[in-house]
């Protein structure tokens, strides 16, 4: 801020000098002569020119003046005045209003009492010669009878210098035309206007001053402290006990960086969250408020609307809105301009100066302290780039480092936000509240950081929470961690509106504005000023709209039932802190992240995870086992933001009830919803290629500003104040203010088209980044395949007796191998039905709704079984069974008295069912059968066990083992604390019960339209290896006759591969030369997680991942590794439904969840479809956004260049467009065809290519370069043919003649006729050529608004050129001309008002075969434009290139 004020008061004295630079010099064009030859060489003759050619006549007394043009020249009452006009009354003329004063600020004296005779009106000399004076005046002699001879104005006695001791007592003289040039005048800056001005200037640079000394001497000691780095500017997290969990180093990061752990990483405490840690560092100043300050600060304000107010009052001088036209600067055009241009440009500068150090100018005049002292705090939040994709160029490369020195010269690099110090009711506790989290201040460690609660790791610790909170313990927690509400503050429109303006682009814009305001291109101001505003509403509503979807997630309340002081209360979840024991009743939205205590819950967790079945939640168990909320203990927690479906009480072992009740563990952005939230509220920046290079062509586009602005300076032979006006235009125009609206167009339609198909988006810039997917990773059940499975039948183990036991007399000796396979389930063994029956956790909700894993699900329907509505005492569940169909003996019932659900790291679960008909109790075991193996009996294990379940996966087969424990007539209370092991060991196997996955309907052809475009698709699946690679080859992943190599480790933890058609073992050479080879070779690759781990932990995965195909057994953790191992490599997309890949889903470039939820924030788009096609669409809507935002982008690029060109030729011709013309340009071509280019609909299938992202890419460069190059030569060759014409030639347009500072005075000649007709072309045909191209978007035809507007454009221009002159024409100032010159020339005599031309004709109507001709160019250059796209930039010679000189790319087998 320092700098800010330096900068200020640079600014302030180079405003100053500024302000004293003044030249003037004549307009003409610099490389030829204007009317010296005609088309043959020959001189030009002099012509024949009518108008008010003669001179004025000045006169001591009126009386001298000749007869009609004295008093005699009024009417009846009136007299002449001063200004040559008649009145009644010429008392209030000015004296300055005489035009014998020559213009004269301060005319000699002599001048003072010469008085005007009346004008002498138009006449016709032929043969003028305007460098002829005398012609003139011995014309006008002549033709009005003015006796005797005068001379001009000032020669007073024959001699200038002798004038003030002339009389001129009944003199005439020669004024106006004729009068001499008068004096430049100055300002004396001892006008009281300068002096209020320079003692504003001067009191805001001394308060300036004053302040920076003062602040520095006040800061002193603070200055010392950071010296001795006394750690008061930190953050860091505290627990319940108030001890900081951080360091004492000035700058403490507040999360781990990804490469500093393992990906993945699970936490094994109740209190570990990452809840309230930002993504980057914070740095954190504190600050007091001084009176001195706010002197200082209010100086700033009022010194920043000063200039405004200024700007604006030179702009009313200008127009005379202030009393009479350039009134402030001694009626001096030139001064008035020479004056605002410095004004101008401090005005600019303290206002990007105020907006670069927006937010930190209120801290720069308050005093820094120790935060914990202060009474507001400054918080710095490094903004670290998630680089997307980067650029390999160098030239890339040397602008981002230039970028990044200069953003971090400025401090752009941090997020900067103030926030007030508070005290907590009741205490001295200071905190202040960022992002949607309080930081509450620790006395022991000087540090302000997020308040956590430390609830035990351990199930035992948990439960001694069970009793709930005092209110006062519950009031003290709530002061300190705040109220359990994300509170999402979303600006209103209106102000959003303004906030959006503030933004760098905008006050560019607007600034640039302000000099159209000024220069009188007022009209063409409110035009660009309406565009630029324009451009803000659509990203501001496309911006808030996304706020408010978030807001309506995130911002929740209602009342609940809490445990307070042992009473059950009811109260507002608001209000909810951790500890808090709440009840958990049906239909409530959960408050917080709790843990299950009591109670049968299932949940709905669509809205946060995707998952579309609603899940049983458990009580955790009163056990030392670990509490891990994102792994086991998943199933006993509740999350903030799902929905509870069912309730239930549950009647204990001990015949208690237990009611549905949870601990409160994480309230606000400590939840993980509250995480996901602050997340989409503060995302962190994306550095996209496409970015990149854009700030680079923005670079390179104001350096070519520079350039045009240097040759406008050169070529406009003018005032160089009015040189510097219209380079300034002509560079303003080459960033069109719609740049912004262009770009995000493309994504806000398609984000609309792709809402109609089922699939929403809550991450905008996400859509072009789908438009970029190379790999597209699948979980396989619910994704690929249906949601639930098929019973497909079960192998038993059986025990045959050998002939040498029953020789022994043993009977239970004997060889274990299986029965063949049963397809029935009525048929399977009783000891497998009872299983299938019991060992689940699937539960039954209101209106017969069964809900659990789908496998579950699918297995308890098989059975025919219902869940009792009341279990009995003791029992968890109570399963009614019919056993009608085999033993005859009815139904009975069997109670679930003990479970543990199912883990991903044991891939197991069990159960321990009583048997009320013999009192019995057994344990069921089931799981991936590699894992329900290490729990069996050996001795009860076949020797073909893996090989019979491979088999069965071989064949698409979902194969679970199941284990059986026979553990008596034993008391139920002896087992209560049994661990998992305790009750699975030892099991006895009894047998494989097998489902099958079937595929979606539509998964084939959805693959088969991904790889078509060039797109990899890989399996990321929980399931077995060999069930992945079936589903893969019957999906269409990998061929059907593709060799597969599957990964896994044995025993001894060796990894180890086997071919699994043959069931051969690999070696590892071969599997090197495998993924040494070309990708095109018919082999795939897969493995299990272990093998992906063991890879992993090697260093090696990186060379295996993308010969990888499928990768099974992968836990929620793996996934997120493989996919982020994927997006090293390339654009990542990850589809999943939600479940255990929101992980995955949240961290590819483009994550899908097939959700039924309509606003899902698990990731960036959600499809209620729940159908892979919806992969596809995703793609193709993302290639359309990301071409269309590319031909947004390079229409606006091409509109820059041709108002460049455009600009360039009125620079050396010095003459303009009509100001209609400019209406016509910039309201209707520019911005009307913008909005159509952005509604060019998508592909109908995905192309084997994928739109580029490179704004300096070939093929950009390529349609930019030869459109720019075509035109310019067309341009060029109009002029050429237009100085070729008879007509043309000496009627050349003549600017010396003409104040050019009046521009619109400048259009009425054949030069800016050609240039406008050319260049309208141009600019309705630059839509066209970048709407070709049907790889990504519809055809070109296709795109029905633009091509229509396109025909019109191209019509009215036509018609403007080759009809004859009409209405609409003349509106254009094209080929048209003065009504008295139409008439008697043209035979033409038009009924509309023309105000009359300027120029020597009187017309600029072009001959009718030239017309042609020239029209026959403008089609030539739209038709050349249109090849050079069609067949170069896009189609064959592109297709050939591409082929011979192939861009690197990431070559993998698709």
Known sequence: ????????????????????????????????????????????????????????????????????????SCSDGQTLCIDGSCSADCGNIPARKNPCGCSFQYPPEQAKDLVPCAAFGDVTIEHYNKDDTSQTIDFCTERFNVSGSMPLWGDWDGSQEQADDSSIDGRRFWSGNQCPTAPKYHYTYTEPLWIGVFSCVGAEAFVLLLWIVYKFLREMPVRRLRRRDAGFTTTAPANVHGASAGDDSEKTSLSKDMSDEKRGKASSSA??????????????????????????????????????????????????????????????????????????????????????????????FRIECLPAEGQYVQIERELKELKMATSASKIVALAKLVEEKF????????????????????????????????????????QYGPYLFDMGSTHRQIHTHSNGLSNQEASARLSLIGPNFISVYVPSYPLAFVLELSNFFYLYQLMIQVIYWYWNYYVIGIIDTCIILLSAVVKVFVRVRGELRVKRMAEHSEVCTILRDGQWQELSTIDLVPGDIFRIVAGMHVPCDAIVLGGNIVVDESSLTGEPLPIRKFPIREDDGVYDKSGAGKINTLFAGTSISQSQEVTTSDGSISEPTGLCLHTGTQTDKGQLVQQILFPQPISFIFDEQLRLVFGILILYAIIVFVLAMVFYQTKPSAAWFYAMFSSSQLISPLIPAALVMGQSVAAGRLRKKKIYCVNLPRIIMAGKVQMFCFDKTGTLTKEGLEFYGGMCAQTTSSSTAVAAGDSQIGTVEFAPFIESYEKLPDKMRMAAATCHAVAEVEGGLMIGNPVDIEMFRTTGCEISKTPMPGALDTIIVSDEGSTGSGSYKLDIIKRFEFLHARASMSVAVRDPRDGHVHVFVKGSFEKVKEHLDSATVPDNYLAAANHMARRGGYVLAMGHRDLGDIDVSEMQNWTRDDMENGSELVGFIVFKNMLKEDTPEAIAKLKNGSTRTVMITGDTALTGVFIAKSAGLMSEQATVYLGDLDKSGELYWVDVDKEEPVSQEQIDRVISSVPGDDYELAMTGKAFNRL??????????LHTRVFARMLPNDKVNCVQLHMERGFTAMCGDGGNDCGALRAAHVGLALSDAEASIVSPFSSSDRSINSCVELLIQGRSAL???????????????????????????????????????????????????AYSGPAKKLSKHRPTARILGPQIMTTAGGTVAINFIFLSSAFAWLYKQSWFRCNEFDSSSTDIAKWWLLADNYEASVLAFVCLFQFVNNAMVVNFGYYFRRRWYRNY?????????????????????????????????????????????????????????????IPTDSRYQLWGICIGNMCATVLWQLVVALYPVHSWARKKRPLRRLKVKL
């Open 1 to 72: 801020m320092t700098r800010c004020a330096f900068v200020h008061i640079v600014v302030l004295l180079a405003a100053i000098l500024l302000l004293l630079q003044n030249t003037a010099v004549y307009a003409k064009p610099v490389f030829n002569s204007v009317n010296k030859y005609d088309v043959n060489g020959n001189p030009c003759p002099l012509r024949t020119r009518s108008g008010e050619l003669c001179p004025q006549m000045c006169v001591s007394d009126v009386s001298l003046c000749p007869k009609g043009f004295g008093d005699d």
């Open 271 to 364: 209190s570990d969250s990452d809840a309230g840690n930002e993504t980057s560092d914070i740095y954190i100043k504190g600050y007091s408020n001084d009176a001195l300050g706010w002197v200082g600060f209010s100086s700033v304000i009022l010194t920043s609307l000063g200039w405004i107010v200024w700007l604006g009052f030179w702009i009313g001088d200008y127009y005379g809105t202030l009393g009479e036209p350039d009134s402030l600067s001694h009626y001096d055009s030139g001064l008035l301009d020479e004056t605002f241009i410095p004004i101008w440009i401090f005005a600019v500068t303290w206002t990007v100066t105020c907006c670069v150090f927006l937010k930190r100018i209120r801290n720069f």
């Open 407 to 446: 953003v971090k010269f400025i401090k752009a690099d941090v997020h900067v936000a103030t926030c007030k110090i508070k005290l907590i009711p009741g205490s001295k506790l200071r905190y202040f509240n960022y992002m949607c989290t309080r930081y509450v201040f620790n006395e022991k460690t000087k």
């Open 1096 to 1105: 992993d932990d090697m260093g090696l995965i990186r060379q295996y991942v």
């Open 1187 to 1237: 071409a269309t935002s590319f031909a947004g982008y390079l229409y606006l690029i091409l509109y820059g260049q041709t108002m460049t060109f455009l600009k360039i030729f009125s620079f050396y011709f010095s003459n303009t467009a009509s100001s209609n013309t400019w209406i016509w340009i910039d309201a209707f071509i520019n911005t009307i065809m913008s909005i159509c280019v």
């Open 1345 to 1405: 608004a633009l091509v229509f507007l396109w025909a019109v454009y191209v019509a009215i221009i036509s018609i403007v050129l080759l009809a004859r002159t009409n209405w609409l024409g003349c509106r254009f100032r094209l080929n048209c001309g003065s009504k008295n010159v139409l008439a008697s020339e043209f035979s033409i005599h038009p009924s509309f008002y023309i105000e009359d031309y300027n120029n020597l004709t009187g017309h600029n109507i």
